[in-house]
C-alpha cells in the first residue's frame, strides 16, 4: 500500500500573499486545522496551523507567509512512498496531517490521523481465519487441517489449556485481526505466535515426508 492509497485528495490550500482573515475563513468554512501553503504552481512553500493563525491575530501580522512554517521545516511524504512512511512520521512528530507531494513537489493530497487511524481500523476487522488462508495459499503442500493442528498445538504450549484442531478453527472463524491482537498480548506476541505455527507446520511436514 502506498501512500497515496490513503491520502486525502480533497484537501484546501492557500497562499503566501493571502490575509490571516482570509485563511482562518477558508479553514473554518472546510473544517481543516492544518493547511499547506502553495506557490502558484501548486509546489509546497509552507504550512498553518489554525494555532499559527490565532498567533498571527494575536501578533498583529497580516498576511500567510508571517505565520507559516517554511517547507524545510514541514513533514512531507510522496504519494508513491510506503504508506508505513506516512504513519510512522505521524507518529514521530505528533502531527494532525501531513502533505503529499508528487514527484514535481507539488501537493496532490493529505495523509490525515483521520485517514490513518480509519485504515488501521479496516485491517483490524479483517477475520483472522482470512490471514491462516492466506499462508496455506503460500506453504505450497500444506494443508489447512495441518495448519489448523499446528496452530492448535502452539495454542495450548503457549495457553496451557486444551483445545482441539477444531476448536481452533470455529475460534478464528469468529475472531477479527484486531481481537487477536487485544487477546495474545499485541502485535508482536500476535506474529510471533504466527511465526511458531509456520515453522511447526513445516517442521510437521518435513518429519512425515521422511517416514
Known sequence: MNVKEIMDTEFIAVSA??????????????KRFTTPVLDN??????????????????????????????????????????????????????????????????????????????????????????????????????????LMEASAIITRRETGKPVTAKEYEQRIKKSTFGEAIWATGGLEKFFVGFIAIGELVIARKVAKARK
Open 41 to 146: 504552481r501548486k509546489r509546497l512553500i509552507g504550512w498553518i496551523t489554525s494555532l499559527d493563525v490565532t498567533r498571527g491575530f494575536r501578533e498583529n501580522h497580516k498576511i500567510v507567509s508571517d505565520i507559516m512554517h517554511s517547507k524545510n521545516d514541514i513533514v512531507h511524504v510522496y504519494e508513491n512512498e510506503p504508506a508505513r512512511i506516512a504513519v510512522l512520521a505521524a507518529s514521530k512528530h505528533k502531527v494532525v496531517s501531513i502533505p503529499v507531494l508528487d514527484s514535481e513537489d507539488k501537493v496532490v493530497g493529505e495523509v490525515r490521523t483521520f485517514d490513518i487511524v480509519e485504515t488501521l481500523s479496516k485491517l483490524y476487522e479483517i477475520k483472522v481465519y482470512k490471514i491462516f488462508e492466506a499462508v496455506v495459499n503460500e506453504l505450497k503442500g500444506v494443508t489447512w487441517e495441518e
Open 17 to 30: 500573499n493571502m490575509t490571516i482573515i482570509e485563511a482562518s475563513i477558508k479553514m473554518e468554512a472546510h
